[in-house]
């Protein structure tokens, strides 16, 4: 008689099958419609290139989710016998007599005659793996959790809801072994998804509303960055009809963070979402350093909105006195006055500062033609209309009101603006008055350095109050929606002539219409575009971003449909907020008689802490406690065999070969899992050095890969990241960053998953 685990072996199988025989059609699929001979004929062209780029779509998404595809079973009290193909709710009945079993897995899957064989795990059917309990069932007796490795099922676990279970003999494992596995294992450098383990209140969190803003608090180790990635593949597929022309973005904190999640999404089987650092949210720019901390602090205040508003209005700017213009040989005095009028009738139009340049212009040109006209009829001659017209062409034409109109409302790109503010200290200091010096000292920096990651919520400010500098790309993108227009009508009739209602939308097609767009993805459309406006908003060590960014993030979401993960103890960045109040001030006005920002946003608590052991957590909060800092408390659900070492320099040794004595210590320990040094930033390229001179091959500075066994990271780098294990170097050094330093060190200390080293240097 077959076992259970030979069972699960062979129903495990089937699904494989079912996957690769849907890979194969899609193959043979995208073959046939890449063969198509269409002709020059547009719609047919965008028609094909649309239904192959569905079809790659389908075979990236079926390669993506091989790994792990089936992850668990639900033996339900009753067959729900009113099961149909259309419901798509996953339930297996190859055991007669012992009721219905519901599989989960990263998709849903579906026989050759339609009935569901696998339920996606993110829709309602399959909420009772993750929160049902032997006092809320939610109508299964047992849960099972399957451990694969590559495509054959090496392990169940069962938990078992219903008491008669156990007569019958084949019940596995009782507990939480499947999650207990899961936190132990090796980090290999990159984050694995916990769509297998999630837990009852983590689950609860991801299947919350999409609208309004969603706060998800917790301390370290609570899984916030897993739950939020989670929850945004839960959106993806529940508003699917919403999100899918406007795309989610996550935001996180560094490059090296974007590195650790980036394979998560697309393992739950989704890829249309936009990435970014904060230092990657304006297009063509990929900041990877930050400003001296009081610049940072300084640049991320809500006072360098007012800075930039003041600054583009005064680049708008009547002449002090008379000007004398020569149009094509005509001689004629300019009064300050028909420029400051033409300004004015701009300004109070309240365009961006470029489009309004173009209506400055052409009120400008009509007061300049006007005088040119009267000054000629003063000395007899005759003009008719047509000489008008071509009297005002010579007034375009002229090189002497061309400097004058640019002289009085100059056009600029946001990182001219920029640059100018920074560079040219008397004019910064005529636009803040109010300021002291050595405010102004901290913008001071010369033309042609490197922008900073502070700077990119300032060029993205900018560039909202100047709009486009050529007036052509305004031109360009009417016509861009005009013809998105036609393709839209296009796209419905060749829907309705393909009778392929409901498997496609006529916005898919159209946005695979144009020969540049065939190529691209939603998320790769909005990565490009700063004007995107994005359906929802991820945001992970959120308690990090300063009132800039959220000015920032707030216009890239202006249904302010967002997820915020974070906690406000590890806040050390010098702009970041004390509160969660103080920090969604900028995504919502405060209305009056409600709490919070808005009254808009909600607070969910993760309160277990998964992945760090019980005796680093309690040196851990011991530590920031010592150093003043208030903390969100958790509970760790395990403890490891190795207690936390301090360790100093012995006798004539520096501190750089007690690190690396630190480092060769815990790597006898496990030479197979990954290690991080986190250390002040201006030790971290002396211990690169070091370390690599020792373990040749294995190290790697922050930026870069962090699947080395060794990275060597700031306290910056290293947020959001997690290690087997981790030594902190100078502690004190690390205390003394900033007056956030106490966040900075507990941050580091609470990276690892097994081992904890603290190397002082003094």
Not at 40 to 52: C, I, M, P, T, V
């Amino acid at each position: 008689m077959p076992s259970e685990l030979d069972r699960e072996r062979d129903y495990v199988s089937t699904l494989y099958e079912r996957l690769d025989e849907l890979k194969a059609e899609a193959r043979e699929r995208l073959t046939a419609t890449r063969r198509e001979t269409v002709g020059g004929n547009h719609q047919s062209r965008s028609e094909r290139d649309a239904y192959a780029r569905l079809y790659e779509d389908t075979l990236a998404q079926l390669g993506e989710v091989d790994d792990r595809l089936a992850f668990g079973r639900l033996e339900l009290e009753e067959p729900d016998d009113t099961t149909s193909p259309q419901r798509g709710d996953g339930i297996h009945r190859a055991v007669p007599d012992s009721g219905a079993y519901r599989y989960i897995g990263r998709i849903g899957l579906r026989d050759r005659d339609h009935h569901p064989i696998l339920l996606d795990w993110r829709v309602p059917g399959a909420s009772a793996f993750y929160q049902a309990t032997a006092a809320t069932p939610m109508g299964a007796r047992a849960r099972r959790h399957l451990t694969l490795e590559g495509r054959t099922v090496t392990r169940i676990e069962d938990e078992v809801f219903d008491p008669t279970l156990l007569d019958r003999g084949d019940a596995q494992l009782q507990g939480e072994g499947a999650l207990m596995a899961a936190l132990t294992a090796q980090r290999t450098g990159r984050m694995s998804d916990i769509v297998a383990t999630i837990q009852a209140e983590q689950d609860r969190i991801i299947r919350s509303q999409l609208d309004g803003i969603l706060v998800v608090q917790g301390g370290p180790g609570t899984g916030k960055t897993a739950v939020a990635l989670h929850r945004a593949a839960y959106l993806l597929y529940s508003h699917r009809e919403r999100l899918r022309g406007s795309g989610v973005l996550v935001v996180g904190p560094s490059r090296s963070f974007l590195r650790y999640i980036e394979q998560v999404l697309p393992s739950l089987g989704e890829s249309g979402v936009v990435l970014s650092s904060l230092g990657g949210l304006y297009p063509d720019v990929e900041a990877t350093t930050d400003d001296a901390p009081e610049v940072a602090a300084l640049k991320g205040s809500g006072q360098m909105a007012d800075l930039l508003k003041r600054a583009v209005r005064s680049r708008q700017v009547a002449p002090a006195a008379d000007s004398v213009v020569d149009i094509d040989g005509e001689r004629m005095a300019v009064q300050p006055q028909l420029v400051a009028d033409a300004l004015r009738r701009a300004q109070e139009r309240g365009k961006p500062h470029n489009d309004g340049r173009v209506l400055f212009n052409r009120y400008a040109l009509s007061a300049l033609t006007r005088q040119l006209i009267g000054q000629l009829r003063d000395r007899g001659t005759t003009i008719d209309d047509a000489d008008e017209l071509v009297l005002r062409e010579d007034v375009r034409q002229s090189y002497d009101v061309r400097v004058l109109l640019n002289t009085a409302w100059i056009p600029l790109t946001p990182q001219k603006l920029l640059e100018d503010l920074y560079a040219r200290p008397n004019w910064l200091a005529s636009i803040t008055q109010r300021w002291s010096p050595e405010q102004r000292a901290l913008l001071r920096r010369g033309r042609g350095e490197a922008f900073t990651i502070s700077d990119v919520p300032l060029l993205d400010e900018a560039a909202e109050l100047l709009g486009e500098f050529d007036t052509a790309v305004d031109a360009d993108r009417r016509a861009r929606k005009q013809q998105q227009k036609r393709d839209i009508e296009n796209a419905e009739r060749a829907i309705e002539n393909m009778q392929v209602e409901g498997l496609v939308s006529a916005g898919d097609i159209a946005g695979n219409f144009a020969e540049r767009a065939a190529s691209m993805t939603t998320a790769e459309r909005a990565a490009g575009d700063r004007t995107w406006a994005f359906g929802h908003v991820v945001v992970d060590e959120a308690q990090e971003l300063s009132p800039m960014q959220w000015r920032l993030l707030a216009r890239r979401c202006p249904l302010r449909s967002f997820t915020v993960v974070g906690d406000i103890a590890q806040a050390s960045s010098p702009a970041s907020a004390t509160s969660w109040d103080r920090a969604l001030q900028g995504l919502l006005p405060r209305r009056r008689g409600a709490e919070g920002p808005g009254g808009s946003w909600r607070l969910e608590e993760l309160t277990v802490n998964y992945r760090t052991p019980s005796q680093i957590v309690d040196y851990a909060e011991a530590t920031a406690k010592r150093n003043g800092l208030e903390i969100t408390p958790s509970r760790s659900v395990r403890s490891s065999e190795w207690r936390v070492r301090e360790v100093a320099p012995s006798a004539g040794q520096d501190a750089i070969a007690s690190v690396v004595d630190a480092v060769a210590f815990d790597r006898a320990i496990d030479s197979g899992g990954t290690l991080a040094v986190i250390a002040p930033e201006a030790l971290v390229a002396p211990l690169v050095r070091a370390l690599a001179d020792v373990f040749p091959g294995a190290v790697s500075p922050g930026t870069a890969s962090l699947t080395t066994p060794i990275s060597v990271l700031s306290t910056a780098a290293a947020k959001g990241l997690e290690f087997d294990a981790v030594v902190v170097v100078d502690p004190d050094g690390i205390l003394r960053l900033s007056s956030r330093g106490n966040a900075s060190l507990y941050v580091a200390m609470t990276r690892p998953t097994q081992r904890l080293t603290v190397v002082s240097v003094s």
